[in-house]
């Protein structure tokens, strides 16, 4: 069992470490996107949102293979298993069962889910940050131009 904690623990830390990687990057790229003055700013900020989602998708995707290959390092699942498949559906807690853990090991199914509840809890937060400093670059934007307008 100590080896599932250790195991579990350094796992969601790399994610949460690759999880904190991808929102400063998408945060400065967002926050650089938004600064801009544009023509169209329900279409700009469909594409900042949508950009910002996708980033956050792959970054989800990436932290579930990293499951995955914790699980073929410890022997997770039987032999044959298509494990990134299994860590997925740990990691977004679908829990299809379809696929079950070795007794010695079935406490990580539970810490991939909990890491993965964890990071899409920030990922909503983000993507609520981002919509709401964009609105409101958007509404200071046009702020300013009814204000120069007179």
């Not at 991808?22 to 967002?30: D, E, K, R, S, Y």
């Not at 650089?32 to 792959?58: C, K, N």
Request: hydrophobic share 55%.
């Amino acid at each position: 069992m100590a080896l599932q904690f250790v195991v579990g623990t350094i796992v969601s830390l790399v994610n949460i470490m690759i999880h904190a990687l991808v929102t400063v990057g998408a945060i400065g790229i967002a926050r650089s996107a938004g600064l801009r003055h544009m023509e169209w700013p329900r279409l700009h900020l469909m594409a900042v949102m949508a950009a910002t989602a996708a980033v956050l998708m792959v970054a989800h995707t990436l932290e579930s293979v990293v499951w995955s290959a914790a699980y073929l390092m410890v022997g997770v699942a039987p032999a044959g298993t298509d494990l990134v498949y299994f860590a997925f559906v740990n990691y977004t807690t679908l829990g299809y069962g379809d696929i079950t853990p070795i007794q010695a090991r079935r406490l990580l199914g539970p810490m991939t889910a909990m890491n993965g509840i964890l990071l899409f809890g920030w990922s909503t937060a983000m993507l609520f940050e981002v919509l709401r400093k964009t609105v409101e670059h958007l509404a200071a934007i046009n702020a300013s131009a009814c204000n120069s307008a007179e």
